[in-house]
């Protein structure tokens, strides 16, 4: 069995019982194969935050249950701790949770409690700085001396750092101007890229999902509406628009340009595509040498 997480029938109610009760997630069964890039998308409120906080053991599932490699994350709940460290999670707005005096100490403060030590424990916190583009100097200063980006980075170091094998990232490029939003994507995927942990992301921004993700999950209304390729998902245009989503503005592009009779295929998701696919036909015509 390969794949590294499960989820059986997952639901979660808010305030069970009272006036305000609200099921926020709705009987959600899929699963996650090791080293997999998922995307997640999905309109506000449709149960984005609340299905990932399960996935660690942040909030009890109200019926259903999380395998973490074939195993109830709940089975032991006293361990639900190794879990955590085992299934990193970044929240939106992370650099909230920064608290110690120095980057070098935030950054420490997880791997730490996992038990390492030393040399080891120093090269994971740079190792991590590293990869979240922190520069060596920036390790001594106070997080509240960082620009915002900054922060952020700092923030998702501290998470990285412990090796989860399972990292989630709650729209972690919130609030950033795009060139931060664009360094720290990258980062993301590069971190995908070396280490062959698996990535779930939770974004807003459609263009970013479709040139990382391998496979899309679709909330809407506390349903899980569709989980299939990144191609087969934006394929579905007409059905995203309904639940509020857009496809990539390239893709959209491309599907306006084949309606119109160009012989272009679908689910171009990248401007790297269209421009291949486009000078390959102009080239054709003899519009272009
Ligand atoms: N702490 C909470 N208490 C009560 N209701 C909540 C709480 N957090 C989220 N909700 C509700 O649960 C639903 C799903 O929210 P959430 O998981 O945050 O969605 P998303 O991340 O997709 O925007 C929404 O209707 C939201 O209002
Ligand atoms: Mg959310």
Same mark, same amino acid.
């Given at each position: 069995?390969?794949?590294?997480?499960?989820?059986?029938?997952?639901?979660?109610?808010?305030?069970?019982?009272?006036?305000?009760?609200?099921?926020?997630?709705?009987?959600?069964?899929?699963?996650?194969?090791?080293?997999?890039?998922?995307?997640?998308?999905?309109?506000?409120?449709?149960?984005?935050? @609340?299905?990932?906080?399960?996935?660690?053991?942040?909030?009890?599932?109200?019926?259903?249950?999380?395998?973490?490699?074939?195993?109830?994350?709940?089975?032991?709940?006293?361990?639900?701790?190794?879990?955590?460290?085992?299934?990193?999670?970044?929240?939106?707005?992370?650099?909230?949770?920064?608290?110690?005096?120095?980057?070098?100490?935030?950054?420490?403060?997880?791997?730490?409690?996992?038990?390492?030590?030393?040399?080891?424990?120093?090269?994971? /916190?740079?190792? !991590?700085?590293?990869?979240?583009?922190?520069?060596?100097?920036?390790?001594?200063?106070?997080?509240?001396?960082?620009?915002?980006?900054?922060?952020?980075? !700092?923030?998702?170091?501290?998470?990285?750092?412990?090796?989860?094998?399972?990292?989630?990232?709650?729209?972690?490029?919130?609030?950033?101007?795009?060139?931060?939003?664009?360094?720290?994507?990258?980062?993301? /995927?590069?971190?995908?890229?070396?280490?062959?942990?698996?990535?779930?992301?939770?974004?807003?921004?459609?263009?970013?999902?479709?040139?990382?993700?391998?496979?899309?999950?679709?909330?809407?209304?506390?349903?899980?509406?569709?989980?299939? @390729?990144?191609?087969?998902?934006?394929?579905?245009?007409?059905?995203?628009?309904?639940?509020?989503?857009?496809?990539?503005?390239? @893709?959209?592009?491309?599907?306006?340009?084949? !309606?119109?009779?160009?012989?272009?295929?679908?689910?171009?998701?990248?401007?790297?595509?269209?421009?291949?696919?486009?000078?390959?036909?102009?080239?054709?015509?003899?519009?272009?040498?």
């Amino acid at each position: 069995m390969s794949h590294i997480l499960e989820l059986r029938n997952l639901s979660f109610i808010y305030g069970k019982g009272t006036p305000f009760e609200k099921k926020a997630v709705d009987d959600v069964s899929l699963t996650i194969e090791k080293g997999e890039f998922i995307g997640i998308i999905g309109h506000t409120g449709s149960g984005k935050s @609340t299905l990932v906080q399960m996935l660690n053991g942040l909030i009890t599932p109200s019926e259903g249950q999380v395998l973490l490699d074939g195993k109830d994350i709940w089975s032991e709940p006293k361990k639900i701790r190794d879990i955590r460290f085992r299934v990193g999670m970044v929240f939106q707005y992370p650099e909230y949770q920064l608290f110690e005096e120095t980057v070098y100490k935030d950054i420490a403060f997880g791997p730490q409690n996992r038990g390492l030590t030393g040399d080891e424990l120093d090269k994971a /916190v740079r190792k !991590a700085a590293e990869f979240t583009g922190l520069r060596p100097d920036m390790l001594d200063k106070s997080p509240f001396d960082l620009s915002g980006g900054e922060k952020r980075r !700092a923030a998702i170091a501290g998470v990285i750092a412990m090796e989860p094998e399972v990292l989630i990232l709650d729209e972690p490029t919130a609030g950033l101007d795009p060139m931060g939003r664009e360094i720290l994507f990258s980062q993301i /995927v590069n971190y995908h890229k070396e280490k062959g942990n698996t990535v779930l992301l939770v974004s807003h921004s459609m263009e970013d999902i479709a040139r990382v993700a391998d496979r899309i999950l679709v909330m809407n209304h506390s349903h899980l509406a569709m989980l299939d @390729t990144t191609k087969a998902i934006f394929a579905r245009g007409d059905e995203l628009e309904t639940m509020g989503l857009k496809v990539p503005q390239i @893709t959209k592009i491309m599907q306006v340009l084949k !309606a119109k009779g160009v012989d272009v295929p679908d689910g171009i998701l990248t401007v790297d595509e269209a421009l291949e696919v486009l000078s390959s036909l102009l080239k054709k015509e003899g519009k272009l040498w």
